[in-house]
């Protein structure tokens, strides 16, 4: 079975430093990666994908992952963080279920808290 | 703007009183899914249709059902609710085909029992 895991339950970081939460995978194949994010009683919003191509991706709000096969992680990067970051960021990883759907096994998530 | 809508955000509910939490999509996606999300925990997928087909996960509780009368609207059945499904429920869809794999989620019920 795919799966992903955060290793960090909380990331602080002070405003205007770059931010980085981590991200490793564990499937066979290849890799269908996501990071999503979650405001406090909100749903998740999409911020990024790797299907394939460069293993630099670029997503909303100014994040970016990299993908790295030999260390098999995704981890989620921004170069300057502000207090409008602070959330809850999971990272998923899609399973082909049964069905038409893309079934997406999430990370455990990690809080990010950004700090003036 | 098209958008997956959650309605209600907050439903409370009794012990063992079924309870039904709907979502609206106009976005046309013929893939929808229901998520349960536990107190800052992974969103777990309890089951998802693909147009009309329906697909259990397999540790899916049979006390949760699931309906889709068409392709706007899905809704979540909590045949007798227990204090364990108290929860923030997750509506997603995506489209198969281009960009299949986004899903895009709702803002969530959160359901609390009494």
């Known amino acids: 079975a795919q799966s992903v895991a955060q ?16 991200c490793t995978y564990s499937v066979s194949g290849n890799p269908y990666l996501f990071w999503y994010v979650q405001y406090p009683n ?9 299907i394939t191509g460069d293993n630099l991706v670029k997503g909303s709000y100014g994040f970016e992952a990299e993908f790295n096969k030999s260390q098999t992680s995704f981890h989620l990067k921004k170069p300057s963080a502000l207090v409008s970051d602070s959330a809850l960021y ?27 | 703007d098209a958008m997956v809508i959650q309605n209600p955000r907050y439903q409370v509910t009794q012990f063992g009183k079924p309870v039904t939490l709907s979502c609206s999509q106009t ?15 992974a ?20 006390n949760f059902q699931s309906r889709r009368p068409n392709t ?5 059945d ?24 986004i899903q895009y989620f709702g803002a969530g019920t959160r359901l609390s029992v009494l």
Request: glycine content about 10%; hydrophobic content about 35%.
């Open chain 2, 72 to 76: 706007s609207f899905c809704f979540l």
């Open chain 2, 27 to 41: 976005l046309n996606h013929n893939v929808m899914y229901w998520y349960q999300q536990k107190s800052s925990q």
């Open chain 1, 7 to 22: 290793p960090e339950d909380q990331v602080n970081v002070a405003e205007g430093n770059p931010l980085t939460v981590k």
């Open chain 1, 42 to 50: 909100r749903g998740l919003q999409f911020l990024l994908k790797y």
């Open chain 2, 43 to 62: 969103p777990k997928l309890l089951f998802h249709y693909y147009d009309k087909d329906f697909n259990n996960e397999a540790d899916t509780p049979d």
């Open chain 2, 78 to 101: 909590i045949r007798s609710p227990g204090l364990g499904d108290a929860a923030m429920y997750l509506c997603a869809t995506s489209r198969f085909g281009a960009d299949l794999n």
């Open chain 1, 90 to 116: 999971f990272c998923a990883v899609r399973d082909r279920g049964t069905g038409g759907g893309n079934k997406l096994t999430f990370g455990t998530g990690t809080q990010l808290k950004v700090e003036l």
